[in-house]
């Protein structure tokens, strides 16, 4: 092995490793990244596979500042039972950066919406990790505002684009907790023979 291949699999062990730890980290403060941070973390998501190099996603990102103008749309659009402002600024304040991740579909006949769904996802999921990179902690989050095309509309997303999560960054303490037992290697591999 040539010093070169002893770097590169030194990187990959490296890599491995926080593959392996990831782990999401609902309890978020300040700071947050910072702009040039945001692009740092924005940036490292343009090289996900992508069918045709579509780049079929976006991010809207809502810092600290403006997270009560997010709740406040929230509010003011989301349609939901038992609405209620205050409950929609707490999730805004979860953390000092949401990074809105959006799939914007292009009509292409090679390459259908999953596809790009799943490009898009990957790209959320790889802002998630350069977050972790740059030393922050975050969650991926869902639920009924991520679905709701009245919030859609109020964001300006178009009628081809949907939010495939919002991701919550900020500081906190690295989530050191295993994963539930639950699925294992044996359930997940098999070899075609
Ligand atoms: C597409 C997607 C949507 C999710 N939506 C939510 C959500 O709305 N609420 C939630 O608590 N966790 C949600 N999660 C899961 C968490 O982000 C997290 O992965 C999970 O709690 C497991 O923790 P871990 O990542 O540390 O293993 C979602 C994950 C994905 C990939």
Request: with cysteine.
């Amino acid at each position: 092995m040539n010093s070169d291949s002893r770097e590169s699999s030194a990187a990959v062990g490296d890599i491995l490793g926080f593959l392996s730890q990831r782990r999401s980290q609902p309890l978020l403060s300040s700071p947050a990244p910072d702009k040039a941070e945001i692009e740092t973390i924005v940036e490292s998501a343009l090289h996900v596979p992508d069918h045709k190099r579509l780049s079929p996603w976006r991010v809207i990102a809502v810092e600290e500042g403006q997270r009560d103008k997010l709740a406040g749309l929230w509010n003011q659009f989301a349609v939901m039972e038992n609405k209620d402002e205050n409950k929609l600024k707490k999730k805004a304040a979860r953390a000092p950066l949401i990074l809105i991740c959006i799939a914007s579909i292009v009509d292409h006949p090679k390459v259908p919406e999953s596809e790009q769904v799943i490009t898009a996802g990957i790209a959320a999921y790889t802002m998630l990790m350069a977050a972790n990179g740059l030393g922050y902690q975050g969650y991926w989050r869902t639920g009924t505002l991520a679905y709701d095309r009245n919030v859609y509309s109020a964001l300006g997303l178009t009628e081809s684009e949907s939010i495939v999560g919002y991701l919550y960054l900020g500081s906190g303490v690295a989530n050191t907790r295993s994963r539930p037992e639950g699925k294992t290697l044996q359930d997940k591999l098999s070899y075609f023979v």
